[in-house]
């Protein structure tokens, strides 16, 4: 069973960056897709970036150009840099795992079915 723990949330400034961090543990297989959610209370989960074994990655419109998703295949460990952070980035980010490839377009939630924790992200203006 695979595991996710993410880390990495604080407060920072509007136009500051961020680097969260999900540990992936457990059997992840050779074809999989991991990604970064986000959901603010009240609204539904939004994708903000996916990843696939091929190293693929896609992104939501609303960070294209201002977040990067990586993976470390040495340590399993899925990032999300985020930088000119907006106050509207404020959010719970979780990670998310699914056996199955990534889409080649959006990242929808319900294609995944081991969740981490999450971690909270709070920007000021």
């Known amino acids: 069973q695979v595991h996710l723990v993410e880390s990495g949330g604080g407060s920072p400034r509007a136009g500051g960056s961020l680097r969260l961090s999900c540990e992936v543990s457990?059997?992840?297989?050779?074809?999989?897709?991991l990604a970064w959610f986000r959901q603010v209370p009240g609204q539904e989960r939004e994708g903000v970036a996916s990843i696939g074994s091929n190293k693929r990655t896609v992104y939501g419109d609303s960070v294209k150009g201002r977040f990067t998703i990586s993976k470390d295949d040495a340590t399993n460990v899925l990032y999300l840099q985020m930088t000119s952070l907006r106050p509207e980035d404020t959010a719970m980010y979780s990670c998310g795992f699914s056996y199955r490839v990534c889409a080649a377009q959006g990242i929808l939630d319900r294609y995944f079915g081991i969740w981490g924790q999450g971690t909270q992200v709070t920007v000021s203006s």
């Open positions: 457990g059997s992840i297989g050779s074809h999989y897709c």
